[in-house]
């Protein structure tokens, strides 16, 4: 079974940053093909997709906010985390991991919701 | 970067009818393989979103096959045959063609 999990703060201050993690398990995302998003949402707004990283270790960010953004992959603890640096309260919202790509993206975690507040 | 865009932006339909909702993307989304990364999620209150469709038409395991999810190139349609009172929520296409990849800003189906 295929299962992923976020984790991270639930309260962060302006300009702090902010470091999700996603536990996954049921398979290895050093398998051909595989990749992991990061994709945020704000409360009535579209999901927004942020960053991705591959099997191969390649990298891909949202235009908006690639200089704020590092995502990383530890194969050896099915881990991906993903940095968000000097936060701001636009940045509130729930964040998810998903697992996928080009077959869409097929399984999500629930989603741990952040909010950026002093 | 590609941006989607879907209409109508609100559906309200009685059950047991057809739903249909549009998407559009600012360039082709056909890949250089030559395949299209088109998919429709749906999101329940309170739910992540769920993938219905990948590929423009191919239905995600387990989803009835009352959706069904057409078009090319940059002009692509969900359908529900026969709306039921579950599938109420907020539907998003998606781009995984090229990045940075993109939701549409979703339409939401409700009941009459």
Redesign the interface.
């Known amino acids: 079974q295929v299962t992923l999990r976020e984790s991270g703060p639930a309260l962060v201050k302006p300009t702090q940053t902010l470091t999700l993690t996603c536990t996954f398990s049921g398979f290895s995302l050093s398998t051909t093909g595989m990749c992991l998003s990061w994709i945020r949402q704000s409360p009535g707004k579209a999901p927004e997709w942020l960053a991705l990283v591959d099997w191969e270790d390649d990298k891909n960010y949202r235009t908006s906010l690639k200089t704020r953004l590092t995502i990383s992959k530890d194969t050896s603890k099915n881990q991906v985390v993903l940095t968000m640096t000097n936060v701001d309260p636009v940045d509130t919202g729930t964040y998810y991991c998903a697992r996928g790509l080009w077959a869409g993206m097929d399984v999500w975690g629930q989603g741990t919701t952040v909010t950026v507040s002093s | 970067?590609i941006v989607m865009t879907q209409t109508p932006l609100s559906s309200p339909v009685t059950l047991g009818q057809p739903a249909s909702i549009s998407c559009r993307s600012s360039e082709s989304l056909v890949h250089s393989d030559g395949?299209t990364?088109l998919?429709w999620?749906q999101q329940r209150p309170g739910q992540?979103?769920?993938?219905l469709?990948?590929?423009i038409s191919?239905r995600?395991s387990g989803v009835p096959d009352r959706f069904s999810g057409s078009g090319a190139g940059t002009d692509f349609t969900l359908k529900i045959s026969r709306v039921e009172a579950e599938d109420v929520g907020v539907y998003?296409c998606?781009q995984?063609t090229q990045?940075?990849?993109?939701?549409?800003?979703?339409t939401k189906l409700e009941i009459k």
């Open positions: 970067d395949k990364y998919s999620l992540p979103p769920r993938l469709i990948y590929k191919n995600f998003y998606m995984t990045f940075p990849l993109a939701f549409g800003q979703g």
